[in-house]
C-alpha cells in the first residue's frame, strides 16, 4: 500500500470508532482541541510565520497572503469557533421521520455520518480546524490535504489536534494531514474511492474544477465564488454603494466576495458617484464596459470577455450596464457561479421577480453577499458553501455534513 492508502485505511478504522462516539466524547476531544490551541499557539503562530515569509518571498499576492497569515487574535477566534461548535445540537441519531405502516413495522430514518471526508484546500491554515472541528462534531473522519504555502502551519496544527484527540480517548486518525503537497498526492487522493466517502474541495475555480473533473470519488463543488451585485433603477444609492464597498473590499479573496456589479442604465452615472469614491479607498481596479467607461473615464479599464466570468480575490471589480432587471438576472444566471446574489431596490415586486429568478444558493435583498457563512446564516460554522444541488446546497454546517440510515423494527414480519 502506498503512504496515502495506508492512511486511508486508518481513516476507516478510525469512522467506525468516531460514528458511535456519542455527543460527550466528541464535544470533550473538541474541547481539549480548543485547550492546546490556546497553550500552545506560539507553535502554530511560529510556523505560521515562516509560511508567511516563504510566500512572500515568492511573490504571493497581499490579498492571498491576508488569507495565509495568522495572528494572535486569529488564532483566538478560531478556537472560539471549535467551542461553538461544541455548543452545537449533535445532528447524529435524530430521527426526522418515523411511521409506523399497516404491516405493523415502524420505520424510522436516522442521521449518520457521512464516513471518512478528504478535503483538499489552499492557503488557508484556519480551515485545518475549522473542517476537523465540524468533522468531528458530525462523527466523521477527515484527511486533509492542504497548500504548500500553508504546509508548516498545518503539519503543526494538525500534530496539536491529533494530540488533543488522543488525549480525549479518541483515535488520533480521526483527523490527519497529507503531508506530501504534490500534485500526485491530491490526485491519488481524488481516487482513494476505498478508503474515502466523500471529497470537498475549498479553494479557487481552477482547483474546484479539476478536483469536480478529475475524481472517481464524490465530490461536493465548494467555493466557486462569481457574486454580483445588482443596482437597480428603484435602489437607494447611497445604500448600494455601502454594500458595494462592503460586499467587495471587507475581505476580497473570500468567496462570498463581489466580483461584479450590474449597474441600471438609469442610475449609472448617480451610481458610480457614491459608489467610486468609496472604493477608492481600497484602490479598486475598475474594468468596465462600454458605457461604463464612459463615465468614468481613467478611472476605469476597458473590460475583456473573460472578465464577466472571473473571480478575482483581488481588489478588482468588474462594471457592467443593463437596461433593465431581466438582462441582470440572465446575466447572472449565464456567468455565476451558483454562490450569492443581490439585487438593491426598493421595489418589493422586483426584488420577489430576482429572488424566484436567479439561480444560487443565497439570493438576497439590500444586503451584502459577504453574509453567506455558516456563522452568519446561525449553522456555527460551515465547511464551505455548496454551490450544487445534490446532497447540500449553501453553507455546509453540521446537518448538511451527514447522511441517512433507514432503521426498522417488526414483530416477525416477512413479505
Sequence with gaps: MTVLQQQGAAAKVASYTLATAGTARKNAALEAIAKILTERQAEWLSANAEDVAAARGAGMRPA????????????????DGVRQVITLPDPIGKADKTETRPNGLMISRRRVPL????????????????????????GNVCILRGGKEAIRSNRTV???????????????????????TSRETANELM????????????????????????????????????????????ADLDMGAEILYNAKCSRPSVCNAAECVLVHEDVLE???????????????????????????????????????????????LAVRTVKDMEEAIAFVNAHGTHHSESIITANYFKAQRFLDAVDAAAVYVNASTRFTDGGEFGLGAEIGI??????????????????????????????
Design 270 to 316: 448617480p451610481f458610480l458617484q457614491k459608489a467610486v469614491p468609496l472604493l477608492d479607498r481600497n484602490h479598486v481596479e475598475l474594468r468596465c464596459d462600454g458605457r461604463a467607461l464612459a463615465v468614468l473615464g481613467d478611472r476605469g479599464v476597458p473590460a475583456e470577455e473573460s472578465d464577466w466570468d472571473a473571480e478575482y480575490d483581488d481588489y478588482i
Design 386 to 415: 455548496s454551490t450544487q444541488k445534490m446532497h447540500a446546497r449553501g453553507p455546509m454546517g453540521l446537518e448538511e455534513l451527514t447522511s441517512c440510515k433507514y432503521v426498522i423494527y417488526g414483530m416477525g414480519q416477512v413479505r
Design 115 to 138: 464516513g471518512v471526508i478528504a478535503i483538499i484546500f489552499e492557503a488557508r491554515p484556519n480551515v485545518t480546524v475549522d473542517a476537523a472541528a465540524l468533522c468531528l462534531k458530525s
Design 158 to 180: 494538525t500534530a496539536l489536534m491529533r494530540e488533543a484527540l488522543k488525549s480525549a480517548g479518541l483515535p488520533e486518525d480521526c483527523v490527519s494531514l497529507v503531508q506530501d
Design 64 to 79: 492571498m497572503l491576508d488569507r495565509l497569515t495568522l495572528t494572535p487574535e486569529r488564532v483566538a477566534g478560531i478556537v
Design 191 to 234: 481516487h482513494l474511492d476505498a478508503f474515502v466517502d466523500v471529497l470537498i474541495p475549498r479553494g479557487g475555480a481552477g482547483l474546484i474544477r479539476t478536483v469536480a473533473k478529475e475524481a472517481s470519488v464524490p465530490v461536493i463543488r465548494t467555493g466557486e465564488g462569481v457574486c454580483h451585485l445588482y443596482i437597480d433603477s428603484e
